[in-house]
T-cell receptor
Framework: TQLLEQSPQFLSIQEGENLTVYCNSSSVFSSLQWYRQEPGEGPVLLVTVVTGGEVKKLKRLTFQFGDARKDSSLHITAAQPGDTGLYLCAGVGNQGGKLIFGQGTELSVKP | NAGVMQNPRHLVRRRGQEARLRCSPMKGHSHVYWYRQLPEEGLKFMVYLQKENIIDESGMPKERFSAEFPKEGPSILRIQQVVRGDSAAYFC??????????????FGPGTRLTVL
């Protein structure tokens, strides 16, 4: 069974601080996606990483896929209150199709 | 281009009633996925459908739950004889491609089911 573990589960920081969220597995994933979910809404796709070692940047967000394609990280620089939300990593299963989600990281950025 | 649409957004049912959740995928997407999000838990896959076919239902409870995606119209997730444990947020996602490694899925706003 493929599993994804996210850490930390909860993160409360001050505006302007940097943070990193980790997504780890013992299994290889063909690709990994990061989503952000706000209360009462569905997850919104932020990025997809496909190649081992790949780094993608989205403004202040930097996403990295591990060389072995078993882990990924999301780094936010100079966090802002608008970054508050639930961040989810999800991997494409062995047989394609379904996404396997991590438990999520609840981020709160205080002004 | 409209996103994934789900209705209703909120649904209240009494124990023993039926719940029908609808999902219209993004235009041009023929692959639909249903996920369930329980309080304090992550999203769990339930079923993957393509037009008129169930591709993977490995996450679907064997009893009371069924899903369809007809040739015309939205995908339907049906829960018969609901119980309190069915209370959750149910999300539908769609993608233009299915069984490949670059399977980006786009999610709807969800249906929040409350069973009294």
């Amino acid at each position: 069974t493929q599993l994804l573990e996210q850490s930390p589960q909860f993160l409360s920081i001050q505006e302007g601080e940097n943070l990193t969220v980790y997504c780890n597995s013992s299994s290889v994933f063909s690709s990994l996606q990061w989503y952000r979910q706000e209360p009462g809404e569905g997850p919104v796709l932020l990025v997809t990483v496909v190649t081992g070692g790949e780094v993608k940047k989205l403004k202040r967000l930097t996403f990295q896929f591990g060389d072995a394609r078993k882990d990924s990280s999301l780094h936010i620089t100079a966090a802002q209150p608008g970054d508050t939300g639930l961040y989810l990593c999800a991997g494409v299963g062995n047989q394609g199709g379904k996404l396997i989600f991590g438990q999520g990281t609840e981020l709160s950025v205080k002004p | 281009n409209a996103g994934v649409m789900q209705n209703p957004r909120h649904l209240v049912r009494r124990r023993g009633q039926e719940a029908r959740l609808r999902c219209s995928p993004m235009k041009g997407h023929s692959h639909v996925y249903w996920y369930r999000q329980l309080p304090e838990e992550g999203l769990k896959f339930m079923v993957y459908l393509q037009k008129e076919n169930i591709i993977d239902e490995s996450g679907m409870p064997k009893e009371r739950f069924s899903a369809e995606f007809p040739k015309e119209g939205p995908s339907i997730l049906r829960i018969q004889q609901v119980v309190r444990g069915d209370s959750a947020a149910y999300f539908c996602a769609s993608s233009p491609f299915g069984l490949n490694s670059y399977n980006e899925q786009f999610f709807g706003p969800g249906t929040r089911l409350t069973v009294l």
